[in-house]
């Protein structure tokens, strides 16, 4: 282990065990998630998902971050995408229980506020189901979009203000990676499972855990990196 190893670590654990050792900063915590969960969404996939990143770079590259990284840019950029998340994640887990009831599941709304049970389970499959096929592609290409325009400008703040040239993008994604691997093996293998459990949690921890898979996809777009 190496010191940055051990600086990362430790800030770590400054960012996150005052959560666990404070009560009272905890339920500061869950009643500004309840007043303002966008901003909430923004910070924690803000955090998270680029602290998922730098673990990637350390694994792809031998460091956490540097002056190409973008750090900031990184961060801004994940705040967004998280709030869009959460957006969708509220219209899924509503939109969904509702349209697979007409098909012959009744209750199935009520088992979605409930305890756990096999109808909830079941409940959290569909909406996994159905957002990792209509919502997760559109979203990764746009994050892996949003990824090449902070390299482009070399990680620079200024990049914030750059326009997005999405064609310009789209035309050299390298789409054999993202089609056989970002979709057809995440998807199926990783992310509808992970999401499966994701809604099966309480509302209160949907977003914080799906942060935390946030972070999930920075290692695995190293891995696509590396193919």
């Known amino acids: 282990m190496k010191k940055q190893d051990i600086v990362a670590i430790l800030i770590v654990l400054a960012l996150f065990l005052p959560f666990f050792l404070s009560k009272p900063l905890f339920e500061f915590y869950k009643s500004a998630n309840a007043a303002y969960p ?33 750090l900031i840019p990184k961060v801004v950029i994940w705040g967004f995408l998280g709030m ?14 509702a349209a697979v009831e007409k098909i012959g599941f009744d209750g199935l709304t009520s088992a979605m506020a409930g305890d756990f049970s096999w109808m909830k389970l079941w409940g959290a499959f569909c909406i996994s189901v159905m957002m990792n ?7 990764m290409t746009l994050h892996k979009i949003t990824d090449m325009h902070i390299t482009k400008y070399n ?3 200024s990049c914030l203000i750059k326009p ?6 789209l035309a050299k994604l390298d789409w054999n990676v993202q089609w056989n691997f970002v979709f057809k093996k995440t998807i199926p293998l990783f992310w509808i499972p992970a999401h499966t459990i994701t809604f099966i949690l ?26």
Do not use: D, H
């Open 84 to 97: 869009w998340i959460a957006l969708a994640m509220k219209v899924f887990s509503v939109g969904v229980p």
């Open 38 to 70: 966008y901003i909430l969404a923004f910070l924690k996939f803000g955090i998270l998902a680029t602290m998922g990143e730098m673990l990637a770079s350390r694994i792809r590259v031998g460091y956490y971050c540097n002056a190409q990284f973008g």
């Open 202 to 227: 309480p509302p209160t921890g949907q977003v914080l855990f799906a942060a935390l898979l946030g972070g999930a996809l920075g290692l695995i777009l190293a891995i696509a990196a590396k193919k």
């Open 133 to 139: 096929t209509s919502f997760a592609p559109v979203f």
């Open 164 to 169: 997005l040239k999405i064609g310009e993008s």
């Open 155 to 157: 990680g620079q703040l």
